[in-house]
C-alpha cells in the first residue's frame, strides 16, 4: 500500500473541472449515492417533492421557478430530483431552445426524447411505463386487443376521451404502436415532430405530422388530458438565461412563461414544470414578463449558499477514492486539505457550491506541486505550469465523448437546431455579415446567409434534414423564390437524408437549382453534428456561468479565443465544406494508426494538464475516453512519448505501479508541441 502522498503525486486532480462538470441530468451518468451530501438544498428538495406530492392528490399542474446564483448547485438538484422521485413521476429535461418560433416544438421533442429514457431498474421506457399506467391500457379487454386490432384500440380510447384531443385518430394510432416493437421508434419519431418518411407514415397509419406550432401544442395537450391516472410528467427547462434575446439584444424569457401558462389556462394535468434560472437574470428579466404569467407560477425557491460542514462533507467525497488506497490511513476526512483554509477564505461561513470544489482543487494542486519536490529526480527544478490549451482540449474530448454517446442520428437535432448550431459556430471562427432567414416562409427558420472573408457575395445556406419529400419539395419551391429574389447570393443546401427520385417534384426542382450552377449541396457526416452540439453546450454552460477550467469560470469570451487557439472546431469536415475553415489534407491511415494518434495527443494533453502523473493512472484515464484500445498500445504510446521527450519518467526502475511520469518542460512552451 502507497502514503497518501505517494497516491497524490500520480493521481488526477479529484477536484478537476473535467471530473464534476454537471450536464444533462437525465442522459449522464449520476453520482452515486455515497457521493450525495443529502443535507445540501434539503430544504428545496423537500419544497418540490411536496408541491410533487400535490400534483399526485389533485392531477393540477403545478410549476416551480427555480433560482440560484450560478455554481449554487441548481444542476446538482435537478439530478438529485430525478434520482429520489423518478419512481413518483417521470422525468424530462428541456434543454434551452434557440429560437423563439420553435418552443412548443422544442418542448415537445425534448419531452418524448427524455420520456424514451429507461429509468434505473426498469426494463422499460418512461414512455411505455406511462402509457401502461393509462386506465385505458390497463384495462383487461384491451390490453388483449392492443396486441391485435387497432382499430377497437383506437375506438376504444375515441369513446373514452370524444372530444378535446388534438389529431385524435392518429394520435391514437401512434400510440398503439407504441406496443409494436418494430414500430416503435418511429412512432416516438413521429410524437417527437419529426419530419418522417411517406414510408414511415403508411407503416404507422397516419397521414400527418407534428410540422407547427399549433400541432405540437396540440400533442403536449394530448399528453396531459389523457394521463390523468397516471404517474406526473416532471417536465425541467433549465439554463433558461440562454433563451435567444430580442431585437433590442436584451434576453427574451417570455417564451418558456408563455408555455407555462398555457400549460394552465388550457387545464393541462398531471404536470409538474420547473423552470431554472440564474438568480442574476431573473433581476433583470422579472419585470418583463406578464403579471398573467408570473401568476402561474406556484412556488418559487432559492438556492441558497452552502455551510461549510457541507463544503467538508464534498470535499470529503472526492477525496474518499485517494484516502481508500492510502496506508496509513489519514488523520483527517480532507487531507491534504484543512477545515481552517476554508474558514479563512469563508469567514462569514458560507460558499458557493462550485466555487468552494473550485477551492479544494487549487488548494489540492498547490499541495501537489510543493510535496513533488520532494522526490528524487524533481528536487528543486523549475517545473511548467499547467498548459491551459491542453487542459481545454481534454474538457473538449469529454464533451465531444459525451455528445457522441448521446446522439446517434442526425434527426435528433431538428434543422432548425442544427442552422442556430451552424450559425454559433461559424461565428466564434469570426464569420461576419449573419443574417438570419435567407428563405422566406415556413422554411426561413432552416437558413440564413452570411458574407464569406474577403468576399462580396453573399451565400444563402439552407439546412433541411425532413425525410418527408412532400416537405422537401416545399423547401425546394422556396429555395427557387430566394434564388430568383437574391441573383447576386450563391446557395448552398447541406442535407445527408435522401432526394427522392428523378420522379418527384422536389428532385426536379433540386437539380434546376444545383446542377451546372454556383450553388451547391453539401452532404455531411453525423460526426460534424457532434462538433458543432459540442460546441454549442460548451458555448450554453459559459453563458450561464457553468463552464470551469482550471477552477476557474470561463466566460464566452474566454471561450471562443480557446476555441480559435487550439482549433478544435477544424477537424469538423462540414465548416471544412463551407470553407470556414481550411481543409485538411487527408492521410490515408488505417483506422487503427488512426486511432492510436489520438490516444497519444490525449495522453500528452493529460500530463501537459496535471505535470506529474502516474503511469497506471494515465492509463486509466485513457482507457476510460478510449473504451476500444488495448492497454498494451497505451503503454507502447507512453513509450513513444518518452522517446520523444515529450514526458520523462521520474523513476523508471520502480514497479509499473509505482512509476512516475512528468513534462518535459519544453514540450510545454506555448502549448504548441
Known sequence: MA???EIIQREVNPFDSVTFRTGNFWTENQQPSSATVESIHQEAIIQIRDTLQHVIRDRRTRSILLT????????YL?????KNLNNRAFFAYIEPCLAQDYIWRHTLSHTVDGLMHIPEGEKESQLLLWLKGLSAYSDGGIKKRILGAKNHFIHELRSIYPTGIYQPKDFFTVLYELANPDLYFSACDWLRGYSISEDELELLGVSSMIDTEEAAKGVIANFGRISADNKPIALCFDQVELSPKSLDGSLDISSIFNVNTAFHNNNLKNFLVIISITQDQWRICQNTIFQSDLARIDREIILKQINLEQVKALWENRLYPIHFQAKPKPNSSIAPLDKQQLEVKYPGGKANLRYSLSFGGILYE??????????PGIGDKTQPTSDPLAAFKLLWQDELNKTKDKISHIRQSSSQELIEMLISAISVLGIQQIKPRFLNGKYSSYSFSYQPLNQSKQVGVLWNEDSNLKSFSYAMKACEKAISSNKNSTLIMIRAE??????NQGYKIYQKIFNNSSNSHIKFSLESVHYLKTYQKLKNDAVSGDLVLNFKPLSLTDLEKLVRE??????CSLLQDLEIVPTIPIIKLDPETGKELEVKKFLLNLV?????????????QAKSQFTEIEEVKIERLI???????KISFVNPNAKPQERLICLIPQAVAGGKK
Open 78 to 82: 435537478l439530478s438529485r430530483l430525478k
Open 3 to 5: 502514503t497518501l502522498n
Open 366 to 375: 498547490k499541495y501537489k506541486s510543493t510535496s513533488s519536490r520532494e522526490i
Open 68 to 75: 440560484g446564483d450560478s455554481g449554487c448547485g441548481k444542476s
Open 566 to 571: 487550439t482549433k478544435v472546431l477544424h477537424q
Open 608 to 620: 501537459k494538464h496535471h505535470l506529474l502523473l502516474g503511469q497506471q493512472t494515465l492509463i486509466q
Open 498 to 503: 435522401s432526394l427522392g427520385k428523378k420522379n
Open 639 to 645: 513509450q513513444e512519448l518518452s522517446q520523444e521527450q
